[in-house]
């Protein structure tokens, strides 16, 4: 009786589920959101009869407590979103999407308000809304007669059996992650499917090798079929422009994407393939690095500043050097320069629309544009003396490789003169001397929000401490430099203080820039005694006062030790602020380490390079009169000497500069990757953090690669561990997070594999264990589980008994790990994980893009140019 009952209410659960699967219309009045649905078909409530297809109220994002909602069209097994209604006024999941007689309308909150999208006025009453076994979702009157079909309104993609007219266009969304319309957009013309970002074009379908130009009738419409992509033209009958693909049944989408490609992607049962893209060569894309940023096609670094330009970091674009020039910010700049660019930088609309003259000098072009509010820069043709004007927003810059392509194209940025009494923008042309630039790639591994979160919280806790450790040192030093011209007193163990135009003449006016970051660029000098020098120029600081910055200085200047940097001298004018270091002839270990090129860098080389920065940063935290956390522990401020011997750099600027400046180490420098977890939790930042990144500059010393990196499944798992150690492999994709394979090879005890491959067996398993172990002691979650550095240098040196690590405290890294792979499985493989500049690059749950991108990689890395 009792289980009869149960199995009655069994089916009825089990009736009104799969009606909820197969409606295939609904009729007005009908009224959903996505809390109604959520539990029968979380937030579909229209199936196309195929139920290839779900129609409703979903969220891009994985959490159902966020506030975008919108009502859209989704492929069921790949999570693709094909269309969406509201995309640029998201609801909140208590939103409403309402069918009446007279048309769709989604409202934010049910009732009275108004909707933020509707279909337009429609010629009769609805009778049904239906959802096509294409992914089509039409209004029907009474007759069957479609009033309105998704299919005219695309949003970014289109899927076979859909048409994109003459005219119509594709946008593509703000980011990954955001689905509002952004600035690229694939536009069908008479003549060619366009590309456009701000309505300039950069592309179009028949650049790409694989497209093939069959006729020359206009263009009617832009179809994807089960054979490939075609521009048709005449009634349908005639093919204009095809790309071939291998003929599938599967489900095929070609969508605009939000990186400002176009690509046409396949669902193979698990994963979205990427089967076409364009442009092919990533810097063909307008803003792929940002405003201004140079784009340059190199597979580590592919993004920068120009020469000419700095990187402002709150802003992320790149800016000029000095700071009396700044971007014309209006019309009313009365002194107006413009910035030569080097050779070989060009820009994507020169290969697009005609000068607005030609035969003109390069004055009277600079003219045109300073007469024009709108117009942002030049660029100029010298041989045809050609005028290029760059209107209203400037994109990103490219280098051209082959310097024949346009060797006498030279760009001009427009700049407003701030203030009188500045000296020229400098027309020098001086290229770096092939050290990196910092890439303005900010974090490969990161989500962008989570980047800023920490940035933020960051520069709290560092101004925080930088507070307390001022107050400290008032009550230690009595204020007794006055508060003059820093040059009006002397204070003993105060480095040597400068003249600027010392410095100037000592740098050849700044002439060989051998590095840049957050903090601004470092030149090369050579001082009056011979001794090499480089300088580092922080422009734009904002000290406390002169007194805690004199403090500041003395204290850094006072450190000596052989595996830390000396400060040397320093500079102060105006905001100008110039530190002087001794110079290093091997670059950072960053360098050396992930670059590639020159010699691998050998086991004994890294153990010392490993001690030797333990030493150095045991003394800041403890050998020195007051405790000196270096907050910023990571390759690129491990500096190589002679014989490798490391020493750190930067050291004490955490407490010299102010918030603004703190959060670049973050936002800028990259060191998300080594930041401790105390920093997003609320507890107290002690020596320890210094331990914590320390621990993860070992683990990427031993393998070689960036922690978070992806890297070739032959030469680091295996099939077999990827078995039984699945937590490390995040996808399929090839995505490791070292710190987790690392966690787990421990386990099993198989260092060997976790050492760099170039190594080539010239390591032992025991060498590498030690080196491992130590840095996942170092790594603990719980700052006090976590070894002193004088204790790491114990260990390294055999006076320690070597640590063991507590899973309990190394289990974060799981959470941590899987975190990580999920948002950056769109990066990176194939070295392409610095690529695309500003854009943030966060997964969705659709599996598509990140494997599109994959395709991409390997298909730019060998693509033409
Ligand atoms: C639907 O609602 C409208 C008013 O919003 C009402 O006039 C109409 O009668 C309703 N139709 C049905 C079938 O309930
Ligand atoms: C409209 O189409 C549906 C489904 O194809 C069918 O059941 C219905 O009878 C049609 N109505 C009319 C008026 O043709
Ligand atoms: C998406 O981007 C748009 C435009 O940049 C912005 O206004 C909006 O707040 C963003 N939405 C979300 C959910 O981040
Ligand atoms: C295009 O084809 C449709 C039917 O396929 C036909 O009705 C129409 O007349 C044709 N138009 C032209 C211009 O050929
Ligand atoms: C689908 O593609 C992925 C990635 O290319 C591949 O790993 C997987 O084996 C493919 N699945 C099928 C069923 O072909
Ligand atoms: C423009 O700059 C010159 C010097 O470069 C200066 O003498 C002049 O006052 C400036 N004009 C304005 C309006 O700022
Ligand atoms: C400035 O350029 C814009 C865009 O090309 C143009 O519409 C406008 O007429 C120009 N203004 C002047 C004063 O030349
Ligand atoms: C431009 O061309 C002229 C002669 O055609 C030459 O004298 C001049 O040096 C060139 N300028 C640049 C910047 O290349």
Redesign the pocket.
Known sequence: MRSTFLLLLLLRLFVSVSCAYFT??VYPNFTASNLRFISSSKGAFLFSRNSIYKAGLFSPGSDDSSFDFYFSVVHVDSGSTIWSSNRDSPVSNSGTMNLTPRGISVIEDGKSQKPVWSTPVLSSPVY?L?LTDSGNLLL?D???VSLWESFQFPTDSIVVGQRLMLGMSLSGSVLESNISTGDYKFLVSESDGLMQWKEQNYWKLRMHTRANVDSNFPVEYLTVTSSGLALMGRNGTVVIIRVALPPSSDFRVAKMDWSGKFIVSRFNGTHMVTEFSGPLDSCQIPFVCGKLGLCSASENQPCSCPDELRLDADERVCVPVSNSLSLPVSCEASNITYLELGLGVSYFSTHFTDPVEHGLELPACHDLCSKNCSCLGVFYENTSRSCYLVKDSFGSLSLVRNSKDNHDLRGYVKLSIKKPNVQSPGNNNNRGSGFPLIALVLLPCSGFFLLIALGFLWCRRCAVMRYSSIREKQVTRPGSFGSGDLGSFHIPGLPQKFEFEELETATENFKMQIGSGGFGAVYKGTLPDETLVAVKKITNHGLHGRQEFCTEIAIIGNIRHTNLVKLRGFCARGRQLLLVYEYMNHGSLEKTLFSGNGPVLEWQERFDIALGTARGLAYLHSGCDQKIIHCDVKPENILLHDHFQPKLSDFGLSKLLSQEESSLFTTMRGTRGYLAPEWITNAAISEKADVYSYGMVLLELVSGRKNCSFRSRSNSVTEENNQNSSSTMATSSGLVYFPLYALDMHEQGRYLELADPRLEGRVTNQEVGKLVRIALCCVHEEPTLRPTMAAVVGMFEGSIPLGNPRMESLNFLRFFGLRFAESSMVEGQNGESENMGFHQRESSNSGGSRHSASYVASQEVSGPR
């Open positions: 295939e219309f049904s239906r029907l009474h007759l069957n």
